[in-house]
């Protein structure tokens, strides 16, 4: 499946979706490739233009940096959530499951 209908799927029709989603199997480094890294350009896309259009103001710098902070914040961020979560799972009465856990972390943040 494309990541926008992915995406379409999860915020429209949520609870058919993680079915979907809970029938697959997906490594960590899959999901990462194929659906947080593509994601992650998209929320780093908007300082970038932020910059072109007020660049005056800081410097066109500064919005690069930002755009590059905010890449590695998601990559990271989804890496320590997946651990945290994996970690959590028999709290919750769930199995430890690093896949489903990387499943879980990818596409709830959609």
Not at 60 to 84: D, E, G, N, P
């Amino acid at each position: 499946m494309n990541l926008i209908e992915r995406v379409k799927n999860i915020l429209i029709t949520p609870k058919t979706e993680w079915d979907v989603i809970n029938n697959e199997t997906a490594t960590s480094q899959s999901l990462l490739t194929g659906y947080v890294l593509p994601l992650a350009v998209v929320a780093a896309i908007g300082p970038l233009l932020t910059g072109l259009l007020f660049a005056g103001v800081l410097g066109f710098k500064y919005f690069i940096t930002s755009a590059i902070i905010a890449f590695v914040a998601q990559v990271a961020a989804y890496y320590l959530s997946v651990i945290v979560v994996d970690m959590l799972a028999p709290s919750f009465g769930s199995e430890k499951n690093m896949n489903k856990s990387a499943q879980l972390v990818a596409y709830s943040a959609t």
